[in-house]
Nanobody, 120 residues
Framework: QVQLVESGGGLVQAGGSLRLSCAAS????????MDWYRQAPGKQRDAVAT???????NYTDSVKGRFAISRDNAKNTWYLHMNSLKPEDTAVYFC??????????????WGQGTQVTVSS
């Protein structure tokens, strides 16, 4: 079992910045991909950014050039650096990861979610 603990959400004015963190703990071999998703009220949960074990990052178009995902493998932690925030970035942000084990299938885990609110 893997536990994910998120932190860093909050209220910020448009144009501001926030950094989200997600720390994984538990017994596993390695964390493969690390992701961030978000879900706005009344909408589906969508992928925002992902980073592979090799450090290759991908972003949804709406955040390219404003958000950056990074990871610290030694700490089993990844981050979402959000700059130039817009009101439409308001959502609950969830971290997700894909974990490999020595003797069982890979598994996906989700964080509990953290609220990001951007005021205009």
């Amino acid at each position: 079992q893997v536990q994910l603990v998120e932190s860093g959400g909050g209220l910020v004015q448009a144009g501001g910045s926030l950094r989200l963190s997600c720390a994984a703990s538990g017994a596993f071999r390695v964390i493969n991909t690390m992701d961030w998703y978000r879900q706005a009220p009344g909408k589906q949960r969508d992928a925002v950014a992902t980073i592979t074990s090799d450090g290759v990052a991908n972003y949804t178009d709406s955040v390219k050039g404003r958000f950056a995902i990074s990871r610290d493998n030694a700490k089993n932690t990844w981050y979402l650096h959000m700059n130039s925030l817009k009101p439409e970035d308001t959502a609950v942000y969830f971290c997700r990861c894909t974990v490999s084990y020595y003797f069982s299938r890979p598994a996906i885990y989700w964080g509990q979610g953290t609220q990001v609110t951007v005021s205009s």
